[in-house]
Every structure is written in structure tokens, then in C-alpha cells.
């Protein structure tokens, strides 16, 4: 199938993002009778969220509905099947780009470069500050030629750049979710992920497997567990498997630039498994030498409060992360539990609870990673299709890129000649991208 289009960049008016958002509904829907009056209902539901301090006077302040009309007497009753809306006002979210770049798309499927930084979806205190906003806006550009909202299909961490796959179509999003949970077992060579990434010290082999188990551990700031290093096979630890080449070692500087190709889509695979092998991620604030997380300070390590949904998100499959973004696209109520949870805080006296102090979390940036081929079977016509999309400078080896880096060169051939050309930058040369099939097909 040939594509509708090339390279472009979708981009926020006047490239940034608004100072404050428009702020957030969370909904509950009750089942059958409630004894509770409406302050113990919040108080108890959501509190993990906030004490029952904040509940309380938010609903003195009016922030929050029963069954579509305001209610501000905390011992208000609550009605049986009643709907409540609690309206979180704007508040200012955690900096991140404001453009996301298009390498390739049809009516089924978007094949994006996310920047580092920017979060796939909204979750904690990142509700437009993501992917999955800017997405909207490209497809209000082309809903006419698009099967409808793009919706991303696997997990790309917030700090990691590079390929992101999205599906427009119900059939197409069924298909690549299907591929890329079955990514964690034997998929027939239905899918390959390829990342670059700069890791601490010199790696002595020049390629190898690790095959670490991965599972959750008791974690501070993050309910369920944060996903680490579990070499002894525990309860919820599960299979997992990586292979890395070394392509620079940098005895000055104490560095090595690899690939890595995982075959299997744990959460922070390769953040984990270059830990477990006693090379951490440069720059990276939460995995030490064993893939375990580095040491908390004392008080952190007591503090065991619930994680915002981001954490809680993290460990759902690929139909989940299209499901969730699918929901998020129909409108502001949003709660990936239910529950409406969230971190961070808000303008108007709505202050949520923040991490524990001195905590890292996994949505943490600092690190290089880059997710740099992703091939699959179109999820229509079953084409094979290569993704790539050129690392960073910093994760680029001496001369690659050179050719769309210098003045006055058009970015490397698309596979539909008619593909629009992109005006070659210096500083965006890393985000020209490839479509194509493989060589041997």
C-alpha cells in the first residue's frame, strides 16, 4: 500500500505548549445504593490521592457534581447509580517538546518520532503534554484520508526517542496489538525492535544475550511494583531476553555505543538488562550496576504511597496502552483505573500528593536510548515493513548521518516516489526517516 504521505511535523501553534492546561474531569459511577455521605465517598475511594482535608474543601469550593448538579455540603448524601464529576482545575505541566515529526503514514497506519521527553499518554500530572495530543491535531489535518484517530500501539518510554508505531483502524490496531503482546513469546519473526543507546564502561564482549527475568519489586511512589532485575526467577518474574552489539567503545571517556535488539517487550527492558550486566544506561537516575534500583534515601524507602496511573500504566499490554489512549481520545474523563488518580499539583487549592521526596521514577528522564528499526507486517496488505529513523548525534556513530546532515541534501528516499521532500536542517537531521521493505524481499 502506498503511503498518503511523508515526512512532516505536527507541532502545537507557535511551537509550545499552553502554560496551563484546561484541566481534567474525573468520574465515578456508583453501583446500586451508597451509605456513604459524599465526602466519605472521596475520602475513602481515592484516599491514596489526597487527605480528606483536600476532599473536603473541594467540594466546599464547588468542584464537584452529583448526577450533573453541583453539590457543596460535604454530608450531602450520595444518590444509588449516581454519576460524580470532580472538575480538577488547569494546572502547569512538567516541560516537554511540542512537536512530534511523521516519518511515514496511510489510512491504517502512522509511524511517528517521538522526542525524548515527551510522554506517549496522559497520566500523573501530564494530561496534554503527550503524543497522543499532538496526534490529534494530525488527524484533524487528515481525518478525510485517515481510518480514524491514530492510537499508539507498544510503549516507548518518556525519555526514550525514535520509532512509535500508532493504528488508525479498529483491524489495524487489533492486529499490531496482537503482534506486539505475542512480541514477549516466539512471534515467528513477526516483529523486530532495534534500539541504540550509550552505556557506562567498556563492555568486554562484542556481542551477546542477556537473559535476565524481569518482574516487579516494592517500590516507593509507584503501586504494584517497579519493574527490575528478578535473576531469581520469582513470583511474577518473566522470561525476558535482549541481544546487544557493541559499535564504539570510548576508553577516554568510559563509554560503549551498542544496539540492542529485544525479543521480548518487558517495561524498561533494556534500561534493566545493560543494568544486570553491570552497564547502566549513561544518564540514567534510576537503575544501578545488577538492574535494581539505585539506593533510596532513608525516608523514601519508608514511604510506601500509592504511584500515579503513569507508574500504574506501566505494566499494561499493547491492547491496553491503544485501549487507554482510545478512551483518552473521546474526551477529558480519564482515570486508566477507574479511579481518577493522579499526581502532581493543580492551581485553585487542589493539590494532589507528590512523589516521595528524593524518589526517582520511572518516567524520569536523563538517559540515551533510541528506538532506531521497528519492522512488522502491514496489518492490512501483510507488506513488510522496516521503520528506521536515525539516532541523536550523541548515539550516532563517526559519519552516520552525514548525508542528511549537510546544507542543501534531501533526506534519505522514501518508498513512494511521490512522497513529499522535507527541506534538509542540520539540527532536525536525525529525524528523517526511512520506509521500506526489506532488501531480501
Known amino acids: 500500500m502506498a503511503p498518503l504521505g511523508g515526512p512532516c511535523r505536527v507541532e502545537m501553534p507557535g511551537g509550545e505548549w499552553h502554560d496551563v492546561n484546561n484541566g481534567l474531569t474525573y468520574t465515578d459511577r456508583v453501583q446500586g445504593a451508597c451509605t456513604a455521605t459524599l465526602l466519605q465517598f472521596y475520602a475513602t475511594k481515592h484516599a491514596s490521592s489526597a487527605p480528606i482535608e483536600h476532599w473536603r474543601d473541594t467540594i466546599l469550593a464547588g468542584r464537584i457534581s452529583v448526577n450533573g448538579q453541583m453539590v457543596s455540603d460535604p454530608q450531602a448524601p450520595v444518590p444509588p447509580n449516581a454519576i460524580l464529576e470532580f472538575r480538577r482545575p488547569g494546572w502547569a505541566e512538567p516541560p516537554a517538546p511540542a512537536y512530534l515529526d511523521v516519518l511515514w503514514w496511510d489510512a491504517h497506519v502512522v509511524a511517528v518520532h517521538k522526542p525524548s521527553g515527551l510522554q506517549v499518554l496522559p497520566a500523573g500530572p501530564v494530561h496534554e503534554r503527550c503524543t497522543l495530543t ?106 525476558s531476553r535482549s541481544h546487544y552489539t557493541v559499535l564504539h567503545r570510548d576508553a577516554v571517556a568510559g563509554t560503549t555505543l551498542v544496539d540492542v535488539e529485544i525479543f521480548t517487550g518487558r517495561p524498561h527492558q533494556i534500561r534493566i538488562h545493560m543494568a544486570a550486566l553491570g552497564h547502566p544506561l549513561v544518564g540514567d537516575p534510576l537503575y544501578a550496576p545488577g538492574g535494581l534500583p539505585l539506593p533510596l534515601p532513608s525516608a523514601a524507602a519508608q514511604d510506601e504511597t500509592g504511584g500515579s ?133
Do not use: W
Request: with cysteine; glycine share 12%.
Open 309 to 441: 496511573a503513569g507508574e500504574r500504566r506501566g505494566g499494561a499490554d499493547t491492547a491496553a496502552v491503544a485501549a487507554a489512549a482510545e478512551q483518552q481520545a473521546q474526551g477529558p474523563v480519564a482515570a486508566a483505573d477507574g479511579n481518577g488518580r493522579g499526581a502532581g499539583t493543580c492551581s485553585g487549592g487542589s493539590a494532589l500528593p507528590q512523589r516521595p521526596q528524593g524518589v526517582v521514577m520511572p518516567g524520569d528522564c536523563g538517559y540515551l536510548l533510541h528506538s532506531r528499526v521497528l519492522e512488522f507486517d502491514h496489518p492490512i496488505t501483510g507488506e513488510r515493513i522496516v521503520a528506521t529513523c536515525l539516532p541523536p548525534p550523541e548515539l550516532r556513530l563517526p559519519g552516520e548521518g552525514e548525508h542528511a546532515a549537510r546544507a542543501g541534501d534531501a533526506p534519505p528516499p522514501l518508498a513512494a516516489p511521490s512522497a513529499p521532500a522535507v527541506p534538509a536542517d542540520p539540527q532536525r537531521s536525525h529525524l528523517f526517516a526511512q520506509m521500506r521493505r526489506p532488501v531480501n524481499q
Open 134 to 239: 499532538l496526534l490529534r491535531r494530525f488527524h484533524k489535518q487528515h481525518a478525510v484520508e485517515l481510518k480514524g484517530m491514530p492510537a499508539p500501539v507498544h510503549r516507548l518510554g518518556r525519555g526514550t526517542s525514535g520509532v512509535l508505531i500508532c493504528a488508525c483502524s479498529e483491524a489495524a490496531r487489533s492486529k499490531l496489538s496482537r503482534d506486539f503482546v505475542d512480541h514477549g513469546a516466539a512471534n515467528q519473526g513477526r516483529l523486530r525492535k532495534v534500539y541504540r543507546t550509550l552505556v557506562q564502561g567498556l563492555v568486554d564482549a562484542d556481542q551477546g544475550n542477556i537473559d535476565v527475568p524481569i518482574g516487579r519489586m516494592e517500590y516507593p511512589g509507584v503501586r504494584g511494583g517497579l519493574y527490575a532485575a528478578r535473576p531469581d526467577s520469582g513470583p511474577g518474574a518473566k522470561p
